[in-house]
């Protein structure tokens, strides 16, 4: 298990209020994390700041086995580079089909020329079949994504983001909308996909952190208040003070 | 997905057979090889038609596709006119001057004849001196060169400046509508030694084909335009389909999701922008011999923006929508400004269409808009298309989903 996000000091100002406090959390690979925290904590600017979308004013965030910083890189490097995010609102693209969503996102170069002219040229039709079976979405394959209910454009993002087969996920809230089936099946994916890569999930939902059974990190005020098993942040009085009340 | 090019883009095959027939048609029609039922004059406005056609397009991939509303892309269209009405202009030049000067009794040196030239298409801007951007006007491989390579160059420098930015939606627009307002007033200046505002004149003769008439010359012309249209068709109906396709679109509904895909989101654009430039200059090197001149008002930013309504008119999102819209937008705007229409005498005013035709383009550009959202090539959906969501029996393939038997979702 060897470190492969590292966030040292990280300090976000948006007009004057603190999103993001001198934050530091370390991800190891392979790990499986969940981030809590009330509403505010800055779960989502964290997450914003790791994938590129918001620039912090200080601090140090480095990524991956050379250790580089990713401050400098665009959001479209840092997704190169191995970092791939789902959205807490799904934001799958409605006008194409679930195949050409799950096409998008598979791991292949990126450039231009490159996605132009190799059209045929690898496996990604078995690639796409394995997502789809994954996620449940075979059937569904050659439907418009905006036909889909909410839990199954949660499925298709979650698939997209397996397509893209990134070294860290950044999963926001993945059970919002979903039944109790579904669920299950989410915390079994997450569980199997942190069995060899880092998976940061941020979810609201205690019952569906503790299925995952994993380390927990707690959030307030932009910084880290708790860190440790969810029975063991549970128990910290500071946990208890945010979450319950002062 | 195997499928092939026509299977994934059947509207292709559709545009190309109905280009051919229109081709044989013309030809059948045409005064030079034919009954002579198509004038002349006629046959030229169906060629530059063809040409418009094809820079709307090119507009189609770049503002329907891509989501760049460009209001610049008929510069690009006058620069290719301008690199071939240079090279037009000179080599006709020349030969008359050559012609005329055989008659002096002692043979003209090569800077003779090049002062004289020289003269002849200055003289308007009181001026004989060739200047720099003529350096390769006698070359007609280079001047075809340019015709791509120019509006390219343009494209890509601009582009990247403002792509890289990250200029997006309406800013865009101004930024594009700045670009051709200074490339226009810039070449009215009679110092940038493109004849100011008198523009390149006499285009329609072409060096070399003196002894052919022009209704042959025309119909060349129409056929070039009509081929170069075929072409634009293929080349932009193979980018806008399949993994490519898919991406330029992600780029128009949501573009900060797919950079968090890890596409370079300013490349695609650079390239969109670009190739379309680089078409649109071609188009422009083919409507102009035929139209005869071109001068500075032709890049005015209205031009542009006419582009755009004729995109909006015939459907955007759609290459053959494009073709729609110019054809009937453009063919009608001649039909009405030419002064054909048959004015309205409505006894206490006249309605004159050269003057109420921009009202009428306006109105029914609000009214497209509001009940034709998708544009005049929409109604082909009906036919071809399936509708975005067919919605029979059960809602989804998922067991939580809508169910039939529950009746409509409210």
């Not at chain 2, 280079?142 to 390219?152: E, H, K, S, Y």
């Not at chain 2, 011999?289 to 032709?298: R, V």
């Not at chain 2, 001649?334 to 004159?352: D, K, Q, V």
């Not at chain 2, 497209?368 to 067919?390: E, M, N």
Request: with cysteine; proline share 4%.
């Amino acid at each position: 298990m060897s470190t492969l996000l590292e966030v040292s000091g990280v300090s976000v100002t948006f007009d004057g209020f603190r999103a993001i406090n001198n934050l530091s959390i370390q991800i190891a690979e392979p790990e499986l994390r969940a981030v809590i925290g009330p509403n505010g904590a800055g779960k989502t600017t964290f997450m914003d700041i790791v994938t590129g979308k918001t620039k912090p004013d200080e601090g140090r965030i480095v990524f991956g086995d050379r250790g580089d910083s990713i401050l400098g890189m665009s959001e479209s490097q840092i997704a190169q580079a191995g970092i791939g995010r789902k959205f807490q609102k799904p934001t799958v693209f409605e006008a194409q089909t679930v195949r050409e969503n799950i096409a998008m996102a598979l791991k292949n170069p990126r450039g231009p020329f490159d996605v132009l002219l190799s059209r045929k040229a690898d496996n990604s039709e078995t690639r796409i079949r394995e997502i789809s079976d994954e996620i449940g979405l075979t059937d569904a394959l050659d439907f418009q994504s905006g036909a889909l209910s909410h839990g199954q454009k949660q499925w298709l993002e979650i698939g997209m983001l397996l397509a893209q087969d990134p070294r860290l996920l950044l999963v926001d809230e993945p059970a919002a909308g979903m039944t109790p089936a579904e669920r299950e099946h989410t915390t079994e994916l997450l569980k199997r996909a942190a069995k060899t890569r880092a998976v940061v999930v941020v979810e609201h939902d205690m019952e569906f952190v503790r299925r995952l059974n994993c380390k927990v990190t707690v959030l307030h005020e932009g910084s880290v208040l708790a860190e440790g098993s969810l029975d063991h942040v549970t128990q910290n009085q500071d946990v208890i003070d945010v979450y319950l009340g002062r | 997905m195997k499928k092939t090019f026509i299977a994934r883009n059947p509207s292709a095959l559709w545009f190309l057979a109905a280009l051919a027939i229109f081709t044989i048609l013309v030809t059948v029609l045409s005064e030079s090889v034919g009954a002579g039922i198509i004038s002349t004059s006629f046959l030229k406005t169906l060629g530059k038609t063809l040409c418009l056609c094809l820079v709307a397009i090119a507009m189609d991939v770049v503002w329907g596709y891509c989501g760049i509303l460009s209001l610049g892309h008929f510069a690009f269209f006058g620069i290719g006119g301008y690199a071939i009405g240079m090279w037009l202009m000179y080599a006709r030049t020349e030969g008359i001057v050559v012609t005329s000067l055989q008659s002096n009794p002692l043979p003209s040196t090569p800077q003779e004849i090049t002062d004289a030239i020289g003269t002849q298409i200055f003289g308007v801007v009181g001026s004989s001196e060739f200047p720099a951007l003529w350096a390769f006007s006698q070359s007609l491989p280079l001047q075809l060169l340019a015709v791509v390579l120019v509006p390219g160059l343009l494209a890509l420098v601009f582009g990247w400046l403002a792509f890289r930015s990250r200029v997006t939606g309406v800013y865009l627009s101004i930024l594009t509508q700045a670009m051709t307002l200074a490339l226009s007033l810039y070449f009215f200046q009679n110092d940038t030694g493109l004849r100011g505002n008198n523009g390149l004149s006499g285009l329609q003769n072409i060096p070399g084909l003196e002894d052919r008439s022009q209704a042959t010359v025309s119909l060349w012309f129409f056929w070039a335009s009509a081929a170069a249209l075929a072409m634009g068709y293929i080349l932009f109906a193979y980018v806008v389909s399949g993994k490519f396709g898919s991406v330029i679109r992600a780029i128009r509904d949501n573009e900060a999701r797919v950079r968090f895909l890890g596409y370079h989101v300013e490349h695609y654009k650079l390239f969109v922008f670009t190739i379309t430039a680089m078409v649109a200059g071609i188009a422009g090197a083919l409507y102009y011999p035929q139209a005869g001149i071109i001068n500075p008002a032709e890049i005015a930013p209205i031009a542009s923006i006419y582009l755009a309504v004729w995109v909006a008119i015939g459907g955007r999102g759609r290459l053959y929508g494009a073709v729609i819209g110019a054809t009937v937008v453009s063919l009608l705007s001649s039909w009405f400004t030419g002064g054909s229409a048959p004015n309205i005498n409505l006894g206490f005013y006249e309605i004159r269409w050269t003057d109420w035709w921009l009202v009428l383009l306006g109105v029914s550009f609000v009214l497209v808009t509001l009940f034709l959202p998708k544009g005049i090539g929409g109604l082909f959906d009906a036919l071809v298309r399936k509708p975005d969501v067919d919605r029979q029996g059960d809602y989804g393939p998922d067991k939580g989903a809508w169910r039939d038997e529950e009746g409509a979702p409210e």
